[in-house]
């Protein structure tokens, strides 16, 4: 299984997944540069996994269904292009894997992600909840669904990988390290990031780099709390008042 990252509009990522001679899209924003991957390929698209309804992630998804109408689309309730509804819990194959939805709310009320796993490990599709060394703003979700999402994601193997759906990766590193003057793993990465795609990334290096992974540690939640000026008094609230920084940084 191949996993390809092809870049749409100004810094979305539309995963490619291929087994064999069929592949998988997520979240197409632009139904042009999948159309082009598959010519140069020469594969047919069996699957189209959706995250959430905003338009740089479904934008091309009904391009897509009249130019393959037997391959399913998979969404959300509140995707209307999909074919077949996934909740929390829905699963279904894929090459020699399996696909299991979680759902992951927070930056939308409704966002899901698609976890593969198969024979080469858990691949997480995590559309715009999880960024390298960052998380999505909060639109339709909340805070608090936000923050419950990066504590299941946190509880996966060290070696699983995430495909976030932007290369967002420099410029939250460098709202990192002004958390964490002193982290070298973000300094390091920094250097890493001026060559793209920085995706995937795994769960250990995001553990060391993503303070929103990090807001159980004291020197991070000291950090928050002089920025912020008020007293923090847990991890979700180390957590939105870090979303509230970046917000503003």
Same mark, same amino acid.
């Given at each position: 299984?191949?996993? /390809?990252?092809?870049?749409?509009?100004?810094?979305?990522?539309?995963?490619?997944?291929?087994?064999?001679?069929?592949?998988?899209?997520?979240?197409?924003?632009?139904?042009?540069?999948?159309?082009?991957?598959?010519?140069?390929?020469?594969?047919?698209?069996?699957?189209?996994?959706?995250? &959430?309804?905003?338009?740089?992630?479904?934008?091309? !998804?009904?391009?897509?269904?009249?130019?393959?109408?037997?391959?399913?689309?998979?969404?959300? #309730?509140?995707?209307?292009?999909?074919? &077949? /509804?996934?909740?929390?819990?829905?699963?279904?194959?894929?090459?020699? $894997?399996? !696909? #299991?939805?979680?759902?992951?709310?927070?930056?939308?009320?409704?966002?899901?992600?698609?976890?593969?796993?198969?024979?080469?490990?858990?691949?997480?599709?995590? $559309?715009?909840?999880?960024?390298?060394?960052?998380?999505?703003?909060?639109?339709?979700?909340?805070?608090?669904?936000?923050?419950?999402?990066?504590?299941?994601?946190?509880?996966?193997?060290?070696?699983?990988?995430?495909?976030?759906?932007?290369?967002?990766?420099?410029?939250?590193?460098? *709202?990192?390290?002004?958390?964490?003057?002193?982290?070298?793993?973000?300094?390091?990465?920094?250097?890493?990031?001026?060559? #793209?795609?920085?995706?995937?990334?795994?769960?250990?290096?995001?553990?060391?780099?993503?303070? *929103?992974?990090?807001?159980?540690?004291?020197?991070?939640?000291?950090?928050?709390?002089?920025?912020?000026?008020?007293?923090?008094?847990?991890?979700?609230?180390?957590?939105?008042?870090?979303?509230?920084?970046?917000?503003?940084?």
């Amino acid at each position: 299984m191949k996993i /390809t990252p092809v870049q749409a509009l100004n810094d979305n990522y539309i995963w490619m997944i291929q087994d064999g001679n069929y592949a998988a899209c997520v979240d197409p924003s632009d139904a042009t540069p999948v159309l082009i991957f598959l010519v140069r390929n020469r594969l047919m698209l069996a699957q189209t996994w959706v995250t &959430h309804l905003h338009h740089d992630h479904i934008g091309g !998804v009904q391009s897509l269904k009249n130019g393959f109408m037997e391959s399913p689309v998979y969404g959300e #309730t509140d995707i209307d292009v999909a074919t &077949h /509804t996934v909740t929390a819990g829905t699963q279904f194959p894929f090459g020699d $894997g399996l !696909v #299991t939805v979680w759902a992951t709310p927070g930056h939308t009320d409704r966002h899901v992600s698609y976890l593969l796993e198969n024979a080469e490990g858990l691949h997480v599709f995590c $559309g715009d909840t999880l960024f390298s060394a960052g998380c999505g703003r909060v639109f339709t979700g909340t805070i608090e669904e936000l923050y419950d999402s990066f504590q299941r994601f946190n509880q996966l193997p060290e070696e699983t990988l995430f495909y976030p759906a932007h290369e967002y990766t420099a410029a939250n590193l460098r *709202f990192a390290e002004f958390i964490e003057p002193e982290n070298h793993d973000i300094q390091a990465a920094l250097g890493v990031a001026e060559h #793209t795609p920085t995706l995937p990334v795994t769960l250990a290096h995001e553990r060391k780099i993503n303070p *929103f992974l990090r807001v159980d540690l004291p020197h991070v939640r000291e950090r928050v709390e002089e920025l912020a000026g008020k007293r923090l008094n847990s991890g979700l609230e180390v957590f939105a008042a870090l979303r509230e920084l970046k917000n503003r940084f």
